[in-house]
C-alpha cells in the first residue's frame, strides 16, 4: 500500500469519534507501522505539561527506556527545539542520536503543531538504511496534521 493510499485510512481513524484520542492515535501507529515496510517503530511524543521535556505517548514497536526526553536530547528533543523536520538517514552518523535499539538505522521526525505551537511530534524508526523520502515527509506532515484536529 503507498503512502497516498493510507491517507483515506488515517481520516477515518481521526473522525471515530467513540474512540479515546490515544486510542486513535494507537490506531495510526498501527496502521503505519503494519502498512509501511521500513517504518519499524512508530510513536508519538508530547510536550509535558510546562516542563522542557516530551514525554512518550502512544506507540507500536520494541519497549523504549526513552518515556522522557529533555527537550534538546536526541533528534526528538531536537525537534522540540527546532520546530523543524528531521530526517536522519544514518543514525550511526549523529552526535546527539539516542540509541533505542541497535537495529535501528535511521529516523524521521515530524512536529505536531496545534494554534501555531509545537505540542508533540511523530516519531518513526526503521532498519533499513536510509528509507525516508520527500514523499514521507509530506505524507506525515498531513498524518501531523490530522492529529492536530484532535488535540
Same mark, same amino acid.
Given at each position: 500500500?503507498?503512502?497516498?493510499?493510507?491517507?483515506?485510512?488515517?481520516?477515518?481513524?481521526?473522525?471515530?469519534?467513540?474512540?479515546?484520542?490515544?486510542?486513535?492515535?494507537?490506531?495510526?501507529?498501527?496502521?503505519?507501522?503494519?502498512?509501511?515496510?521500513?517504518?519499524?517503530?512508530?510513536?508519538?511524543?508530547?510536550?509535558?505539561?510546562?516542563?522542557?521535556?516530551?514525554?512518550?505517548?502512544?506507540?507500536?514497536?520494541? %519497549?523504549?527506556?526513552?518515556?522522557?526526553?529533555? +527537550?534538546?536530547?536526541?533528534? #526528538?528533543? $531536537? /525537534? =522540540?527545539?527546532?520546530?523543524?523536520?528531521?530526517?536522519?538517514?544514518d543514525v550511526s552518523a549523529q552526535d546527539?542520536?539516542?540509541?533505542?535499539?541497535?537495529?535501528?538505522?535511521?529516523?524521521?521526525?515530524?512536529?505536531?503543531?496545534?494554534?501555531?505551537?509545537?505540542?508533540?511530534?511523530?516519531?518513526?524508526?526503521?532498519?533499513?538504511?536510509? %528509507?525516508?523520502?520527500?514523499?514521507?515527509?509530506? +505524507?506525515?506532515?498531513?498524518? #501531523?496534521? $490530522? /492529529? =492536530?484536529?484532535?488535540?
Amino acid at each position: 500500500m503507498t503512502l497516498e493510499q493510507l491517507r483515506p485510512q488515517i481520516s477515518t481513524i481521526i473522525s471515530e469519534h467513540t474512540a479515546t484520542v490515544d486510542e486513535r492515535l494507537l490506531s495510526i501507529c498501527e496502521v503505519l507501522e503494519s502498512n509501511v515496510p521500513y517504518y519499524n517503530w512508530v510513536g508519538f511524543y508530547f510536550r509535558n505539561g510546562d516542563k522542557e521535556e516530551l514525554k512518550l505517548g502512544p506507540y507500536v514497536g520494541a %519497549p523504549t527506556d526513552h518515556t522522557i526526553i529533555p +527537550f534538546g536530547k536526541g533528534i #526528538c528533543g $531536537q /525537534v =522540540a527545539v527546532s520546530n523543524q523536520n528531521f530526517v536522519v538517514p544514518d543514525v550511526s552518523a549523529q552526535d546527539n542520536y539516542i540509541a533505542c535499539s541497535m537495529t535501528v538505522k535511521a529516523e524521521i521526525v515530524v512536529p505536531i503543531f496545534v494554534n501555531g505551537e509545537n505540542i508533540g511530534q511523530i516519531d518513526i524508526d526503521s532498519n533499513t538504511p536510509d %528509507p525516508f523520502s520527500e514523499e514521507d515527509e509530506r +505524507f506525515l506532515e498531513f498524518v #501531523c496534521t $490530522q /492529529v =492536530a484536529s484532535l488535540l
